[in-house]
């Protein structure tokens, strides 16, 4: 394994001992890269306490759950751990080693019944259920209660989409825990929405049978995928089986995104297969000199029907 | 080409991000009645709508499809039925750090339908990305309540992409 070790506002002095003490834990078979921190998730943060600029990056690193190292003093109240600015490599070595020995054996655990993550997530034993999905140190919390997803930053939610999307099996599951402090959250819809559409080849058909939407998606966020209206408003008008959603919608931009929209709202706890739909105010019919203004309104704002 | 007022109205609360939504849908600098506070700043908002923000947008007809913006305090409440009245559809925008949104969504709600009731409604939620306790599952539990399914979209309003959402699901609220 190879550490993604990052530095901010250090003094030339103790950069170049760090790099030394960097090539010293090669004798541990602890291998690491030291570059500049540019933001991103790392596996440790060195930076200098008693500078604005370091105290910013130790700060953010610390809220994403990044192990990090202060030099020459401590950040305000934060309890990080510090190392003098004058210390020798062999000490910022052993310290260094301390604090990433915690995360070169952190288990990662697997999805309960052999199945991916993905399909456990999907159409396995943990659809539309609170669940924490894992990847190496990153982890988001699915929270199907609620229409929302949670993480600690943005790139973590973008990285296990993306994994879940490759159907990695990388990806581990857990029961829910508590949410971090600064938790940042999302549509929990358009989250799943974006996977089952980037997956759509393996994820089976959706059984046959009838569904409708007992609420409309959050689908805010997914403006690529806008055309999964078209899906949302035909479920949510009344029950119908995916092979009538097939024939209503064959030929639009629409039918690509009836498998992935079923699948994701599903997922979601949104779709609910044989039930009678519950009673709503009828939808409102425009008239035909109206019609002609939507049609506009829908070719103005990229929709094709 | 349409022969007639062609109108889209955004409404709901102070500070839910209606200007900032009309701005983000325009095609032009909206025109704007923006006041500053009189009882000093809410957080980074500083001004407030006082009597309207008004913008078009032409579509491909030469129609010009007009979108106005309602203020959102309630001693301009006499504004909402002029600018409500023959509206083609309504755009409610609310904050999802205000404390109160399920009665705020309620109240406008009320407000827009005992002006205008058959008119399709969407609702964009703001700043929800920062609102560790906001619930979806309340708002369609108090939609549920009313025997509506209106779309509920949390939305960047300065992400233009994300704003045309709302009107989006505007087209597809019809039978």
Request: proline letters at 6%; glycine letters at 6%; one cysteine or more.
């Amino acid at each position: 394994m190879r550490f993604d070790i990052r530095i901010a506002a250090l003094s030339q002095a103790f950069e170049q001992r760090l790099r030394i003490a960097a090539s010293l834990l090669g004798a541990y078979k602890i291998n690491m890269q030291v570059d500049a921190w540019n933001g991103t998730r790392c596996h440790l943060l060195i930076a200098a306490g008693d500078d604005l600029y370091g105290q910013k990056a130790l700060d953010i690193a610390h809220r994403r759950g990044t192990a990090v190292l202060a030099v020459g003093a401590a950040v305000n109240d934060a309890e990080y751990p510090v190392i003098g600015r004058d210390a020798a490599a062999v000490d910022i070595a052993r310290r260094m080693r301390e604090l990433l020995k915690p995360t070169t054996f952190a288990p990662t655990a697997k999805p309960d019944d052999a199945a991916t993550a993905l399909h456990a997530l999907f159409d396995g034993a943990w659809r539309h259920r609170p669940v924490d999905v894992l990847l190496d140190r990153r982890v988001v919390y699915l929270r199907p209660q609620t229409g929302r997803i949670f993480a600690a930053t943005h790139s973590d939610l973008l990285a296990i989409q993306q994994a879940l999307a490759e159907d990695s099996g990388e990806l581990g599951l857990r029961a829910p825990e508590a949410l971090p402090e600064h938790a940042i959250s999302s549509s929990l819809e358009a989250y799943l929405l974006h996977i089952a559409h980037a997956a759509n080849e393996k994820l089976p058909p959706y059984p046959d049978g009838r569904y409708h939407l007992k609420a409309w998606p959050d689908l805010g966020s997914v403006p690529a995928l806008r055309d999964a209206m078209a899906v949302v408003a035909r479920l949510t008008q009344g029950p119908t089986s995916p092979s009538e959603l097939e024939t209503a919608l064959n030929g639009s931009p629409a039918a690509s995104l009836i498998r992935p929209s079923l699948w994701a709202f599903s997922a979601a706890g949104l779709l609910q297969a044989d039930a009678v739909a519950p009673q709503t105010a009828p939808r409102p019919v425009a008239d035909a000199r109206k019609q002609g203004i939507w049609a506009s309104i829908a070719r103005h704002f990229g929709l094709k029907r | 080409m349409f022969d007639g007022m062609v109108k889209i109205v955004l409404a709901g609360p102070v500070g839910a991000g209606k200007t900032t939504t009309l701005r983000s849908l325009s095609d032009d600098e909206p025109v704007s009645t923006e006041m500053p506070l009189t009882d000093g700043p809410m957080g980074e908002k500083t001004t407030t709508t006082v009597a309207l923000d008004f913008s078009t947008v032409m579509l491909d007809d030469g129609t010009p499809l007009q979108m106005f913006g309602l203020p959102g305090q309630d001693h301009f409440a006499h504004m909402r039925p002029i600018i409500l009245q023959g509206a083609l559809g309504v755009i409610v925008l609310l904050a999802a750090d205000q404390p109160d949104i399920l009665t705020m969504c309620s109240e406008w709600l009320d407000a827009i339908q005992s002006i205008t009731p058959d008119t399709p409604i969407a609702i964009g939620i703001t700043r929800s990305d920062q609102a560790r306790d906001f619930r979806m599952d309340a708002l369609r539990a108090l939609l549920a309540e009313r025997k509506t399914t209106l779309p509920v979209f949390t939305i960047d309003a300065r992400d233009r992409e994300q704003a045309q959402q709302l009107v989006r699901a505007l087209v597809y609220s019809f039978a």
